[in-house]
């Protein structure tokens, strides 16, 4: 549909100013970005330097008060609410840190939830979502609900919702924050083998491990880019090792 | 199509398969907060209940009382005799005097000749006896009728016969007992065959005739008009004649009066039901113009029957009055749990609106949830409601009649209550700032 090498994420000098009462509060003072195809991104910095709004508005929940936002080449800074909506649900997987499953639904029924409102089949829910579920290794829980599951488990239905509409981009908000250490590591080699498949991904983290794991780190602090570094991953091999151990399946 | 797909609410309309998912989605919902659920709904239960049995009570007691209308002929205009009030008063000087009223044979002729479309003039004289058999005794009344009675005012004979032509044009002593009287008087064996005594006559019995019902605005009168439990029998008009003369006696305190009247009663037929009303002024008419005094009195059943459907419509008015207040209350109750139940479910519609909801999709979520519960509230007051009827005629005796359209009535306007109380928690739900809502604890 476009060029395979323009970025798939570019922010354009975003402003996010909020209104308190008198006093304005410039969460976002011109950052500027782009992401590419299957990167690794992981973004940093102390509690307030606006990494959550960040988030927010790359996850199209929130609109910049200035600036661009391209989101697979469509600009999504200005968009009315419907359309917002839309590019949510076509191109965007969010996972969060209190997994943030439906507790009324079931687990194959958490999965399907952005193709029902992406007006999939019936059939097309149960074929999609089965698939998803059992890439994350969760065949033998279809039909739990949340609240049987482990943390681990939940946190796996809700990386399986986030790639069930095939996303450009999967966002995460301390995906591994509520989770005991060897539940985090399991799901810390899912998003390994989901970006060596060429899932893009873009966490906000402090996790120490998954800042081992990722190829990029931006580091914000009081509204700006402090810095924004390419780097190496030597624990991703043994990692690998890991997640296969655990048979997790791969695409 | 796959525009008329993508919208939320024409989806529901277009795709049933759609509206379906909604709607298990609905409740299930439901179904997790049951007590909770039911609660809520229990506010438009009782609405739509008190909806479905007023309408049955308030149908069955127009519908018993339209019946009895009905019984006293459609077609008929009644004509009665009633004692002229000034002539009740000054019992000092009316004590030796026989007072004369009523309708008169004159009247009779005149209707007849100047009426047209009307086919039989039923005259009957009335008089008010005890009735014996052996020594067992009521009191009630000995009418003088024509054959054509019990036809003329729809009512059965059980037993026997009523007396035929030839014993009318032959003054035999012959009578009609209506169940009353044959229940007091002949408790055990049957009266035909048996013989009963007023004064000094013996009349055959010969039939036995079902009770009248009772008579819409016929109330009072010395000219007879009968509860259900008055004792009646029926003799042949020329026997009554014959036997009674035109002149009554009746003794009471401080002395007797005599009163002379030669009709009691009389049953003008109309031929053509549309025209009852127009005949009946004419013959209300002729009356005026040859009574000075108000000695007689006019029912026309039609006309009652048009004033009860009047009635039954005020009463309509004001039992739906009611149960729309009801219903009001209801629909607050459900719309006060569903704000509730959008607060405490923020988190989910965060959710769901990260994961590609629009607006619309959250409204319609929250709509259809609302208005299951108030349809099933709607399904639980329709089987209350048809319950109540059936107990109140089970238990109260007093008939109710359920139409078919009241509980679909009631029905839907639960539906519609869920409708106009769904749309205000549904547009919070919908309107809520995503990021806000997933922050929500």
């Known amino acids: 549909m476009q060029d395979p090498t323009a970025p798939i994420i570019k922010l354009v000098d975003i402003c996010k100013t909020y209104q308190m009462g008198e006093i304005e509060s410039h969460v976002l003072q011109g950052v500027s970005l782009e992401i590419h195809r299957g990167e690794y991104v ?110 681990g488990q939940q946190q796996r ?51 120490e491990r998954m800042v081992e794991r990722c190829k990029r780190i931006i580091r914000l602090r009081d509204g700006v880019l402090e810095s924004d570094t390419i780097v190496k991953s030597t624990k991703q091999k043994t990692d690998r090792a890991f997640a296969t151990e655990h048979s997790i399946s791969t695409f | 199509m796959s525009f008329l797909n993508q919208h939320p609410v024409l989806r529901l309309v277009v795709s049933p ?77 009316t004590r030796s005097m026989v007072i004369e009223y009523g309708i008169t044979t004159r009247d009779i002729e005149q209707i007849r000749r100047t009426v047209p479309g009307i ?35 729809n009512r059965k004979v059980i037993e026997g016969r009523f007396f035929s032509a030839l014993e009318l044009d032959e003054n035999l002593p012959v009578c009609v007992l209506n169940q009353t009287t044959a229940k007091k008087l002949f408790p055990l064996n049957t009266p035909e065959g048996n013989v009963v005594r007023v004064l000094g006559y013996y009349y055959k019995i010969v039939g036995v005739i079902e009770d009248e019902g009772q008579r819409i605005g016929g109330e009072g009168g010395d000219g ?35 009163e002379k009247v030669q009709f009691h009663e009389a049953i003008v037929r109309v031929n053509d039901t549309a025209q009852v009303v127009s005949r009946a002024a004419a013959v209300r008419q002729i009356l ?38 009801s219903l009001l209350v209801g629909g607050i109750g459900i719309m006060n749990i569903m704000l509730a139940s959008v607060t405490e479910r923020t988190r989910e519609i965060g959710i769901r609106r990260a994961l590609g909801a629009r607006q619309a999709d959250i409204v ?12 099933v509230g709607g399904v639980l007051g329709v089987i209350v409601g048809l319950a109540i009827p059936l107990a109140v005629s089970h238990f109260a005796g007093v008939t109710t009649v359920v139409k078919a359209w009241s509980p679909a ?30 922050r929500h604890e």
């Open chain 2, 119 to 153: 086919s039989i003039v039923v005259p009957s004289r009335i008089l008010k006896e005890n009735i014996w058999n052996l020594d067992r005794k009521i009191e009630g009344q000995i009418a003088g009728v024509l054959p054509v009675y019990p036809e003329m005012r």
């Open chain 1, 42 to 151: 992981c973004i940093m910095g102390p509690s307030g330097c606006g990494k959550s709004t960040l988030l927010n508005i790359l996850g199209c929940l929130d609109q910049p008060t200035t600036g661009d936002y391209f989101l697979g080449g469509q600009n999504v800074a200005h968009l009315n609410d419907d359309d917002l909506s839309e590019a949510r649900c076509k191109n965007l997987g969010f996972i969060f840190q209190s997994y943030n499953l439906i507790q009324q639904l079931s687990v194959i029924e958490n999965i399907a939830v952005p193709l029902y409102y992406r007006g999939a089949s019936d059939r097309e829910m149960r074929e999609k979502g089965e698939r998803r579920a059992s890439q994350v290794g969760l065949s033998h829980r279809l039909h739990h609900k949340p609240n049987e599951l482990s943390g």
């Open chain 2, 364 to 375: 319609t979520q929250f709509l259809i949830e609302t208005v299951l519960l108030a349809g």
């Open chain 2, 409 to 438: 009535l009631a029905f839907s306007i639960s539906v519609l209550t869920g409708i106009a109380f769904g749309i205000y928690p549904a547009r919070k739900a919908a309107r809520m700032n995503p990021v806000e809502a997933l």
């Open chain 2, 288 to 325: 005026q113009s040859n009574h000075k005094k108000e000695d007689w009195k006019i029912t026309v059943p039609i006309e009652l029957l048009r004033q009860a459907e009047r009635t039954k419509k005020i009463f309509s008015i004001v039992l739906g009055s009611i149960a729309a207040i």
């Open chain 2, 17 to 93: 398969q759609h509206l379906w998912r909604t709607m298990s989605l609905g409740l299930k919902t439901i179904w997790l907060h049951k007590l909770r659920s039911f609660l809520t709904a229990l506010g438009v239960v009782f609405g739509v209940a008190s909806v479905v049995a007023m309408l049955a009570i308030g149908e069955g007691a127009s519908h018993e009382a339209q019946e009895q209308i009905k019984k006293l002929g459609s077609q008929n205009i009644i004509l009665e005799s009633i004692k002229p009030p000034d002539s009740q008063g000054g019992a000092g000087e």
């Open chain 2, 224 to 258: 007879g008009s009968s509860g259900d439990s008055t004792a009646q029998i029926f003799i042949p008009f020329t026997t009554m004649m014959d036997q009674y003369g035109e002149t009554f006696f009746r003794y009471k305190t401080g002395g007797f009066e005599a």
């Open chain 1, 157 to 207: 239905v809700a990386i399986a919702r986030a790639l069930v509409n095939e996303p450009l981009v999967i966002l995460a908000d301390e995906a591994t924050g509520n989770l005991d250490s060897k539940s985090g590591q399991e799901i810390l080699g899912i998003f390994d083998e989901l970006n060596a498949g060429g899932i893009t991904l873009v966490f906000v983290t402090h996790d």
